[in-house]
């Protein structure tokens, strides 16, 4: 059987146990079982677990845990601590400031836990690295020189230095650079047009801005 050192998944939009196990077999590559309980879906994660010789469990976006009731917020909490207990392997727990607080709820999981906050990027030798191994793999014709001063710094004032926000917004500015035929990413593609719907939390961000000057 094919090892696996990591599995990973993403929180549900609600805390339910069963999309939970659903999300970590799928991600062991393993077909899904139908109609099956939650026990088996448990115990069949465990057994994988095993089997493929997995070493960490990665949960993204844990903070929506907070959108379930205190039951099945508790459900959860016990299921994540089953898994810890009984894989003995370490968790990595990932999502917004609220996700330390969705753990702290569960006592034994906050003397766990050691929470690790991500700074933002800064106009710095690290964030033109950055900027220079997304535009490595771009699949545009031309250079787009992400780290020239004007195109950096606008990027950063454009996603206040948030790496989802910098992915999302390099990812808009190329597709949008290909279905235009300029295969490139220049200062003149960073405009406000390209904040679309697609980049929510900057396009509020930005609105939420503009209400505060005016």
Same mark, same amino acid.
């Given at each position: 059987? @094919?090892? =696996?050192?990591?599995?990973?998944?993403?929180?549900?939009?609600?805390? =339910?146990? #069963?999309?939970?196990?659903?999300?970590?077999?799928?991600?062991?590559?393993?077909?899904?079982?139908?109609?099956?309980?939650?026990?088996?879906?448990?115990?069949?994660?465990?057994?994988?677990?095993?089997?493929?010789?997995?070493?960490?469990?990665?949960?993204?976006?844990?903070? @929506?845990?907070?959108?379930?009731?205190?039951?099945?917020?508790?459900?959860?909490?016990?299921?994540? #601590?089953?898994?810890?207990? +009984?894989?003995?392997?370490?968790? %990595?727990?990932?999502?917004?400031?609220?996700?330390?607080? !969705?753990?702290?709820?569960?006592?034994?999981?906050? +003397?766990?836990?050691? !929470?690790?906050?991500?700074?933002?990027?800064?106009?710095?030798?690290?964030?033109?690295?950055?900027?220079? /191994?997304?535009?490595?793999?771009?699949?545009?014709?031309?250079?787009?020189?992400?780290?020239?001063?004007? %195109?950096?710094?606008?990027?950063? !004032?454009?996603?206040?230095?948030?790496?989802?926000?910098?992915? #999302?917004?390099?990812?808009?500015?190329?597709?949008?650079?290909?279905?235009?035929?300029?295969? #490139?990413?220049?200062? +003149?593609?960073?405009?406000?047009? %390209?904040?679309?719907?697609?980049?929510?939390?900057?396009?509020?961000?930005? /609105?939420?801005?503009?209400?505060?000057? @005016?």
């Amino acid at each position: 059987m @094919t090892r =696996s050192p990591v599995a990973a998944t993403q929180m549900p939009p609600i805390p =339910s146990e #069963r999309e939970f196990y659903e999300g970590l077999i799928v991600s062991l590559g393993s077909i899904m079982p139908y109609g099956v309980p939650v026990n088996h879906l448990r115990h069949r994660f465990r057994v994988l677990a095993r089997q493929m010789d997995v070493r960490m469990l990665i949960i993204d976006e844990i903070n @929506t845990m907070l959108a379930g009731t205190f039951r099945e917020q508790r459900v959860f909490l016990n299921s994540i #601590r089953l898994l810890a207990n +009984d894989l003995k392997l370490p968790l %990595v727990c990932v999502g917004t400031q609220e996700a330390k607080q !969705a753990l702290m709820t569960d006592q034994q999981l906050a +003397d766990r836990f050691a !929470a690790s906050e991500l700074p933002p990027w800064r106009d710095d030798l690290a964030l033109g690295q950055l900027l220079a /191994s997304f535009e490595s793999i771009l699949p545009l014709r031309h250079p787009s020189n992400l780290r020239g001063t004007d %195109v950096r710094r606008r990027i950063l !004032a454009l996603t206040d230095g948030i790496t989802v926000r910098i992915c #999302r917004l390099i990812e808009t500015a190329a597709i949008q650079a290909i279905e235009t035929g300029k295969e #490139r990413i220049d200062l +003149d593609s960073l405009s406000d047009h %390209v904040v679309t719907e697609t980049l929510v939390s900057i396009s509020e961000r930005r /609105s939420r801005r503009q209400v505060g000057v @005016t």
